[in-house]
T-cell receptor
Framework: AQSVAQPEDQVNVAEGNPLTVKCTYS??????LFWYVQYPNRGLQFLLK??????LVKGSYGFEAEFNKSQTSFHLKKPSALVSDSALYFC??????????????FGGGTRVLVKP | NAGVMQNPRHLVRRRGQEARLRCSPM?????VYWYRQLPEEGLKFMVY????????ESGMPKERFSAEFPKEGPSILRIQQVVRGDSAAYFC??????????????FGPGTRLTVL
């Protein structure tokens, strides 16, 4: 079975400060990992993914994430947060083993509030 | 290239009525996924379909819910005899062919179902 944990319901950060949103996962095999962002009353927008290769993945809007296999983590980071980054962020995982199918398992989400 | 389209965006039904939610995948995408998001929660996988085939319905409730993706036309998620607990946002996602590599899922704007 695959699962994702986002331990923080909300993260508050001042504009211009670094932003980190935490994510840990559990899979039977190797993971495909994703970050999505959701703005109010909107669908999910894809930010970035880890499939294989470099542990540091760069994505949209200045976001990046670091895959850490030993800690089974995939934390989302942005060096300098903007007020417009305020949204709901979801981490998702899919196990690479074929038997897991193609479904994504999402974390519960972390609300980010960037204050001016 | 238009994204994933869902309609209606908002749907209000009374208890016992039927709800039909439609999803048109991105052009060139032949894989469709349905997820449900309850208020203040993450997305939960419901069903994965390819044209004319249900591949994985492990997340679908056993009764009242059905999904199809016909050869022509959009994918339909159908909920019969709706109850208040069905009130949620229903998101559709699509992806390119799978093959031996994984392609990210692109999400539609969602249909927000309210059951009175």
């Amino acid at each position: 079975a695959q699962s994702v944990a986002q331990p923080e319901d909300q993260v508050n950060v001042a504009e211009g400060n670094p932003l980190t949103v935490k994510c840990t996962y559990s899979v039977s095999g190797n993971p495909y990992l994703f970050w999505y962002v959701q703005y109010p009353n909107r669908g999910l927008q894809f930010l970035l993914k880890y499939i294989t290769g470099d542990n540091l993945v760069k994505g949209s809007y200045g976001f990046e994430a670091e895959f850490n296999k030993s800690q089974t983590s995939f934390h989302l980071k942005k060096p300098s947060a903007l007020v417009s980054d305020s949204a709901l962020y979801f981490c998702a995982v899919r196990d690479q083993i074929k038997a897991a199918g193609n479904k994504l398992t999402f974390g519960g989400g972390t609300r980010v509030l960037v204050k001016p | 290239n238009a994204g994933v389209m869902q309609n209606p965006r908002h749907l209000v039904r009374r208890r016992g009525q039927e709800a039909r939610l439609r999803c048109s995948p991105m052009k060139g995408h032949s894989h469709v996924y349905w997820y449900r998001q309850l208020p203040e929660e993450g997305l939960k996988f419901m069903v994965y379909l390819q044209k004319e085939n249900i591949i994985d319905e492990s997340g679908m409730p056993k009764e009242r819910f059905s999904a199809e993706f016909p050869k022509e036309g959009p994918s339909i998620l159908r909920i019969q005899q709706v109850v208040r607990g069905d009130s949620a946002a229903y998101f559709c996602a699509s992806s390119f062919r799978q093959g031996n590599s994984y392609n990210e899922q692109f999400f539609g704007p969602g249909t927000r179902l309210t059951v009175l």
